[in-house]
C-alpha cells in the first residue's frame, strides 16, 4: 500500500470488513430478510414470547416463501437455488429477530425439505417441495423420541408391512412445527433397517399435541407427533435413504444453519449492550465510558465477529462441495457457546434492566439454551471432534 493510500474507515458494526467477502446477491437476501424480520417480527415477538404463542404462523410461513426463505439453498421445485453463505445469512437475520423464527425455516428447509428433495421420490418431490417452498405447506421433522435424543439409532418408532402398506406406531418429542405442519417426514426401525416416511398430517392415527410450559422456544410452535397405527401406502417411504445416515445428513445441513444463526442472536444482544452503554450514565458518565464496560464490549465484538467469520468460511465450502460434517460439530460447537456466552456478558451492562423484555437480550439468552442442546448437544460435537482428532470412538 502506498503512502498515500487511504485506509477505510473503522466501522464498529464490521470491525472485520467480513462485507467485503460478500457479493451484492449476498448483500441482497441480507437485506431482504432484515427488513422482513424488522416489519414482520420484531414489533411483535416480545408479545408472542410473554405470552408463548406464534400467532399467524401460516401466514408468516407463506411470507417467508414469498421472499425465497424456504428451502433456500436446494434446486428446483420452486426453490430459490441460493448459496450456502446466502442461507446463512438469511439465518442469522432470522435469528436476530428470533431464535424461534429461524427454526421455523430450519425445520422446514433443512430438515423437512431437504429430506424430500435428497432422498424422495420424483412424485413425492412434485407433490409436496412447490407447496412448501412457497409456505403454503409446513412441515416437520420426527427424529427425536422421548427416551431417545442423542441415541437416535435406539429409536422405538416401528414401521411395518402389511400387504402393500405400511403401518407406524410410535411417538416424537419436542418437534418443531408439529401441530401446524401439513406434512411430517417421521423416521423408523424397520425390518430393512431405518427408514424415512413422508406422512400427512391428515392421516388416521395422526397427532401432534401441542407442548406447553416452554422457558425456551416460547415464540415457536413444540409438539410431539403420535402415531397410532398409521397406515401409509408403500410410496410414502423415502426411497433413496435407508440406515441413520438418511436423518444425520439432514441434522448436518440443518447444524449448518444454527452456526450462522447463534451469531444473528449474539448480535442483537451485542448490538442493546453498546447503545445502553452508550445512553445509560452511573456517576456522571455514560457506563461505556468505564473500563470495566468497554472491555465487555470489546471480548463480545472478538467472539461475535470471529464466529460471523467462521461461519462464512464454513458457507464458502459448503458451497464448494468441501464441507465435512466434523466442521458443521465445530462450528456449531463454538458459535452457539459463545453466543450465549455474549447474551450473558450484555445481560450484566444492562443490569437489572436485562431481564426486561424491553430488551431483547433475555429472551435471546433462554432460546440460545434450546439451540444448544438441539442437533446435536455440545456432549456430542466435543465427541465428534474428539473422534476426528484422535481416531478414537469415545461413542461406544
Same mark, same amino acid.
Given at each position: 500500500?502506498?503512502?498515500?493510500?487511504?485506509?477505510?474507515?473503522?466501522?464498529?458494526?464490521?470491525?472485520?470488513?467480513?462485507?467485503?467477502?460478500?457479493?451484492?446477491?449476498?448483500?441482497?437476501?441480507r437485506d431482504t430478510?432484515?427488513?422482513?424480520?424488522?416489519?414482520?417480527?420484531?414489533?411483535?415477538?416480545?408479545?408472542?414470547?410473554?405470552?408463548?404463542?406464534?400467532?399467524?404462523?401460516?401466514?408468516?410461513?407463506?411470507?417467508?416463501?414469498?421472499?425465497?426463505?424456504?428451502?433456500?439453498?436446494?434446486?428446483?421445485?420452486?426453490?430459490?437455488?441460493?448459496?450456502?453463505?446466502?442461507?446463512?445469512?438469511?439465518?442469522?437475520?432470522?435469528?436476530?429477530?428470533?431464535?424461534?423464527?429461524?427454526?421455523?425455516?430450519?425445520?422446514?428447509?433443512?430438515?423437512?425439505?431437504?429430506?424430500?428433495?435428497?432422498?424422495?421420490? &420424483?412424485?413425492?418431490?412434485?407433490?409436496?417441495?412447490? /407447496?412448501?417452498?412457497? +409456505?403454503?405447506? @409446513? !412441515?416437520? *421433522?420426527? =427424529? $427425536?423420541?422421548?427416551?431417545?435424543?442423542?441415541?437416535?439409532?435406539?429409536?422405538?418408532?416401528?414401521?411395518?408391512?402389511?400387504?402393500?402398506?405400511?403401518?407406524?406406531?410410535?411417538?416424537?418429542?419436542?418437534?418443531?412445527?408439529?401441530?401446524?405442519?401439513?406434512?411430517?417426514?417421521?423416521?423408523?426401525?424397520?425390518?430393512?433397517?431405518?427408514?424415512?416416511?413422508?406422512?400427512?398430517?391428515?392421516?388416521?392415527?395422526?397427532?401432534?399435541?401441542?407442548?406447553?410450559?416452554?422457558?425456551?422456544?416460547?415464540?415457536?410452535?413444540?409438539?410431539?407427533?403420535?402415531l397410532d397405527d398409521?397406515?401409509?401406502?408403500?410410496?410414502?417411504?423415502?426411497?433413496?435413504?435407508?440406515?441413520?445416515?438418511?436423518?444425520?445428513?439432514?441434522?448436518?445441513?440443518?447444524?449448518?444453519?444454527?452456526?450462522?444463526?447463534?451469531?444473528?442472536?449474539?448480535?442483537?444482544?451485542? &448490538?442493546?449492550?453498546?447503545?445502553?452503554?452508550?445512553? /445509560?450514565?452511573?456517576? +456522571?458518565?455514560? @457506563? !461505556?465510558? *468505564?473500563? =470495566? $464496560?468497554?472491555?465487555?464490549?470489546?471480548?463480545?465484538?472478538?467472539?461475535?465477529?470471529?464466529?460471523?467469520?467462521?461461519?462464512?468460511?464454513?458457507?464458502?465450502?459448503?458451497?464448494?462441495?468441501?464441507?465435512?460434517?466434523?466442521?458443521?460439530?465445530?462450528?456449531?460447537?463454538?458459535?452457539?457457546?459463545?453466543?450465549?456466552?455474549?447474551?450473558?456478558?450484555?445481560?450484566?451492562?444492562?443490569?437489572?434492566?436485562?431481564?426486561?423484555?424491553?430488551?431483547?437480550?433475555?429472551?435471546?439468552?433462554?432460546?440460545?439454551?434450546?439451540?444448544?442442546?438441539?442437533?446435536?448437544t455440545v456432549e456430542?460435537?466435543?465427541?465428534?471432534?474428539?473422534?476426528?482428532?484422535?481416531?478414537?470412538?469415545?461413542?461406544?
Open positions: 500500500m502506498s503512502a498515500s493510500a487511504k485506509l477505510p474507515p473503522f466501522d464498529p458494526a464490521d470491525p472485520l470488513g467480513v462485507d467485503d467477502l460478500l457479493e451484492p446477491e449476498d448483500l441482497a437476501v430478510v432484515r427488513a422482513w424480520a424488522a416489519d414482520r417480527v420484531l414489533p411483535y415477538v416480545a408479545d408472542w414470547y410473554e405470552k408463548g404463542e406464534l400467532p399467524g404462523i401460516r401466514e408468516l410461513a407463506r411470507e417467508l416463501g414469498g421472499i425465497g426463505a424456504l428451502g433456500m439453498s436446494l434446486d428446483g421445485y420452486g426453490c430459490a437455488g441460493a448459496s450456502a453463505v446466502q442461507y446463512g445469512l438469511a439465518c442469522l437475520e432470522l435469528e436476530a429477530a428470533d431464535s424461534g423464527i429461524r427454526s421455523l425455516v430450519s425445520v422446514q428447509g433443512s430438515l423437512a425439505m431437504y429430506a424430500v428433495h435428497r432422498f424422495g421420490s &420424483e412424485e413425492q418431490k412434485q407433490r409436496w417441495l412447490p /407447496r412448501m417452498a412457497a +409456505g403454503e405447506v @409446513i !412441515g416437520c *421433522f420426527g =427424529l $427425536t423420541e422421548p427416551d431417545h435424543g442423542s441415541d437416535p439409532a435406539s429409536m422405538r418408532t416401528y414401521a411395518k408391512r402389511d400387504g402393500g402398506d405400511w403401518v407406524l406406531n410410535g411417538r416424537k418429542m419436542w418437534i418443531t412445527n408439529g401441530s401446524v405442519a401439513g406434512v411430517a417426514v417421521v423416521w423408523a426401525r424397520t425390518d430393512e433397517g431405518i427408514r424415512g416416511f413422508v406422512v400427512p398430517t391428515d392421516s388416521a392415527g395422526f397427532s401432534a399435541p401441542e407442548i406447553r410450559h416452554k422457558w425456551s422456544l416460547r415464540a415457536s410452535v413444540t409438539s410431539e407427533l403420535v398409521v397406515r401409509l401406502p408403500a410410496d410414502a417411504v423415502l426411497p433413496e435413504a435407508t440406515g441413520l445416515k438418511g436423518p444425520l445428513s439432514c441434522l448436518s445441513h440443518a447444524r449448518y444453519g444454527i452456526v450462522w444463526g447463534a451469531m444473528g442472536a449474539a448480535r442483537s444482544c451485542f &448490538e442493546a449492550a453498546v447503545d445502553y452503554a452508550k445512553s /445509560r450514565e452511573q456517576f +456522571g458518565r455514560p @457506563i !461505556g465510558g *468505564f473500563q =470495566l $464496560t468497554q472491555a465487555k464490549l470489546a471480548d463480545m465484538a472478538v467472539e461475535l465477529h470471529k464466529g460471523i467469520l467462521l461461519a462464512h468460511h464454513l458457507g464458502r465450502r459448503m458451497d464448494a462441495g468441501r464441507l465435512r460434517p466434523e466442521q458443521v460439530s465445530f462450528g456449531k460447537l463454538n458459535n452457539v457457546r459463545e453466543a450465549i456466552d455474549i447474551c450473558r456478558t450484555a445481560r450484566t451492562v444492562l443490569g437489572a434492566n436485562g431481564i426486561s423484555l424491553a430488551y431483547p437480550v433475555m429472551r435471546h439468552a433462554t432460546n440460545l439454551e434450546s439451540v444448544l442442546t438441539y442437533e446435536g456430542m460435537h466435543q465427541l465428534v471432534l474428539g473422534k476426528a482428532l484422535t481416531g478414537i470412538d469415545a461413542f461406544r
